[in-house]
Every structure is written in C-alpha cells, then in structure tokens.
C-alpha cells in the first residue's frame, strides 16, 4: 500500500510558473545578516568600460521620476506571491544617459552580494531600482531602503541592498549563480539551477 | 563531488523513525544521488495523482557521498507537505528528489575556521550533518553548537548531540519550558546569552545561524552588535515567523 499525497487542491493559476506555489506571506531568504543601511550614506551608482561612474545620492535618487509598479514574484525555492506593489525608478531611467557597448551587468550590494543580469533584462520598462513596498519603506529584510527589482526573472536577481551596477562585456557569474544557480533565472522556464 | 542539480531522482523511504511528537526522520535511498556536503539541502517533490506537484526544501542530515539521504521534517499542523512526510508517507513510498542545493550554507572539513553554529528549532538539521563531518574527520578545529527550542521535548538527535565523545559539544538553550533543576529560566536568546554561550569575536569564527526568519535575524543581529563581523555570518532562513 503506498501512501497516497492529496495535496491541496489549488485552483490552476495562469499566473503561476511551473513548479510554484502560491503564498500570502512574504518569506525573507537571504544569505547573510540583514545590513543595515542610512539613506544619508546610501549611493547608488552605474559604473562602465570608459571607467566612467554615474552616480545618485539618496536625495538626487528619490528626485527622480518614479513609478508604481504592481507585478508577480517568484521565487526559485518555489514560492510566488502575486500582485505585489511597488515604488520605484525605472531602470530606463537611471540609463537614459549611460552610454556603454557592454550586453551584462553585473549587480553589487551593500553586504557584497552579486547577481548577474543581461542588460536587455533591465530595459525596456522590465526593472527598476523600488524604494517602496505595499505604499511604505521597504523593510530592511526585504532589501530596504532600496533593492533591484526584476519580477520577470526569479527573485534572487532583485538584489536586496542594492548599491550599483558595473556593465561587464560577457555573462560572469555573480553570488548564487558561482553557488549552482541559473545564469539567467527565467521561471517560466524553470532556469532554477545550472 | 559530481553535481546533478537538474535531475529529478527517485528517493524510496528505506528507514523512518520519529525525533519528537511532532518530527520525523526520514532516510531516502536515492539511486543516483551525487552526494553531498554538510549544509546542503534538497527539493523534495510530491505529486498526487491527478497530476498536481508540490516542491518544498529540506535540509539534509546526513553528508558524504552514500546514495542515502537522512531528512527530518518537523510537522507544521496547517501544512500541505509536512504532515504527509511525518505522518503519512510509508516504508517504499517515492518522493522525487533534486539536488543537492545551496552551495554557501555549507561547511567543509578542509576549512580551517573555528564554528559556531545556532540553531533554533528544526534548523538543528543542517548542523547535524556538519557535527557529524566533523566527528567522521576527526577534525580538531573548534566546532560548537548552541540549540534553541522550546522544551527539552523539542529536541531533534538528543543522543547524538550530548554524547560525550562529541566533537562538537552541543550547549541547550530552552525559551519556553526547561528540564527540572536547570539553571537558567527559560525565556529567547538574548546578547548576554549569546554573549556568554558562543565563541568570541576574537576567535573569529565563521557562524552559521539556520532557522526560523525571526530568529535568524535576531540572532545575527546580536552577533554583529558584540562586535562579529558581517562576512563571518551565515545563515539560512526556513520560512515562517
Ligand atoms: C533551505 C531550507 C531548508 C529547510 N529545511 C527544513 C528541515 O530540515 N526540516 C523542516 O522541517 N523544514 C525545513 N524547511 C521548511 C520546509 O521547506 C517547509 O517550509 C515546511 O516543511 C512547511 O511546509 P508545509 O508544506 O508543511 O507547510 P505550508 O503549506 O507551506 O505552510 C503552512 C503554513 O505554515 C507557515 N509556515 C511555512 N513554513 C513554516 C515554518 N518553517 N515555520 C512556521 N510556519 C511556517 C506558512 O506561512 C503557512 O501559513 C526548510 C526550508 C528551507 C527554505
């Protein structure tokens, strides 16, 4: 006799990648202590090829024009929450004047975690840097005063703490993806591990 | 150690025995299976048979590079996955298994760091594996663990932790309910308890804290205000309050 799993009958969401469960809460995964960051000694920076740095205090940050964001995260230990809302600068935004020939990015935090993105993945209306979470700061354990946020890849590439991002020329691993990760992370394609 | 991490093994429950009222151990033969280093976990698939699958993450207790993986689940009573593997699942029963995962929470003979684990709850497991190393290396570097649960009833491998050829001695640490004749009341861990049960900033230990997110952050939040530096923190959150 096998034991048979019931489960709970959940009904099929569109929304919901393959291989994801649905939860109400907000787990918090990190791989370190929660840093914890001043705004008065927060930057944020775009570092390029032409050793070229743009670079946003908090004030200059939060002057920039900002978006409300609503979107669905995924997170590749398999939970997904949906509709989240968001606060944020579009990454449009802060690479209106960067001018570089690099396809990569990699992210940097405070805490010194990475992550690696293609820069396509940030464009285009598909990233911003958020600053609010449901209409208040964003929690320190959730990345605040600021993380990346990128809904469509897994959530390990919204980097909690964020602090800047260097263009690179090829795809170079950053914390999780040197750890067995995916490179990219597309849960629509279930990219959870290399 | 080959690493497989896409595949989905079959796991078949060859050994099971209960820890607690509320927890399981559970060991899988895994033909396949890589091995693993101490700290690591798996995903561990269930399917019922319309076809619906849930994934959940566990830690895994046993190391090395046998095709058996040890696992001990604690029973969350509104769970969807949990009861089943602590109440449910019988000798023979498959799961599908994937790993091993998480490449940074785990701690391998060969470092030369003195350890300080913490655990609160079931995240006890993951420490298991590294205490268990550590014996089997006869390594001498320093390696202690600090266990907080609620009564003395909570605890997971209490033999295996007090015996006194450990390598790694184990120091309890009770929040709600205390064995008789115990000194301390119980209440959570504070910094004068952390201060005074783990290893000093001066040793430099590399600290590993695992359990539920609250207590992760309290505690490694205490280690970093007496003076631990952030880069020797690790931790490892398993969902909940
Ligand atoms: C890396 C990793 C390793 C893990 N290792 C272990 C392990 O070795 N042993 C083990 O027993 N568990 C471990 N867990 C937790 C495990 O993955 C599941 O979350 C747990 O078994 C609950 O699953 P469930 O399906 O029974 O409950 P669900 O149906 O997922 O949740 C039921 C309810 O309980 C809450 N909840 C979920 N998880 C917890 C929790 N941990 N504590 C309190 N409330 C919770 C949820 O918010 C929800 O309201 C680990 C988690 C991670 C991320």
């Known amino acids: 006799m096998m034991a048979v799993f019931g489960g709970r009958r959940r009904d099929d969401n569109p929304a919901l990648p393959p291989g994801q469960y649905l939860t109400e809460s907000f787990p918090v995964l990190s791989a370190g202590p929660t840093p914890s960051i001043d705004t008065q000694d927060w930057e944020f920076f775009i570092h390029t090829e032409a050793a070229h740095t743009h670079q946003w205090t908090w004030d200059q940050f939060i002057a920039l024009p900002s978006e409300d964001i609503t979107a669905d995260i995924h997170c590749v230990t398999s939970w997904s929450k949906l509709g989240a809302g968001w606060r944020g600068v579009a990454l449009d935004t802060l690479f209106a004047g960067v001018e570089t020939g690099f396809d990569f990015v990699m992210a940097h935090s405070y805490g010194g975690y990475t992550t690696n993105l293609p820069l396509e993945d940030l464009l285009n209306g598909r990233a911003w840097i958020a600053y609010e979470y449901d209409g208040g700061e964003i929690d320190p354990e959730h990345g605040g005063p600021a993380r990346l946020l990128v809904p469509h890849l897994y959530f390990w590439k919204s980097a909690k703490w964020i602090r800047g991002l260097v263009m690179q020329s090829g795809d170079k691993p950053g914390f999780w993806e040197e750890n067995g990760y995916n490179l990219h992370g597309d849960p629509w394609r279930e990219e959870r591990y290399a | ?241």
């Open chain 2, 1 to 241: 150690m080959s690493r497989r991490t896409n595949a989905w093994l079959t796991g078949s429950l060859a050994r099971a025995h209960p820890l607690t009222a509320s927890a399981r151990s559970i060991t899988f033969a895994v033909p396949g299976w890589p091995g693993n280093d101490p700290g690591h976990h798996v995903d561990v698939r269930l399917t019922a048979p319309d076809g619906y699958q849930v994934v959940r993450s566990y830690s895994i207790a046993s190391t090395g590079t046998g095709e058996e993986i040890e696992l001990a689940i604690d029973r969350l009573p509104d769970g969807e996955v949990s009861p089943f593997l602590v109440d449910d699942l019988e000798l023979g029963d498959t799961v599908e298994l994937r790993g091993p995962l998480g490449g940074w929470f785990v701690w391998r003979p060969e470092q030369t760091q003195p350890v300080q684990l913490i655990a609160g709850g079931s995240g006890v497991v993951p420490f298991i594996a590294m205490t268990r190393a550590h014996a089997s290396a006869g390594n001498s570097i320093p390696m202690q663990l600090l266990y907080s649960l609620r009564a003395p009833c909570d605890a997971f491998f209490r033999d295996e932790l007090s015996q006194p050829s450990a390598t790694a001695p184990t120091t309890w640490h009770y929040t709600r309910t205390v064995p008789p004749g115990w000194s301390r009341s119980a209440g959570r861990l504070t910094v004068k308890d952390l201060k005074s049960e783990t290893l000093p900033p001066e040793q430099v230990p590399l600290t590993y804290i695992c359990g539920p997110t609250g207590f992760v952050e309290t505690v490694s939040r205490a280690l970093i205000s007496l003076g631990h530096a952030a880069d020797n923190i690790r931790t490892e959150r398993f969902g909940g309050i």
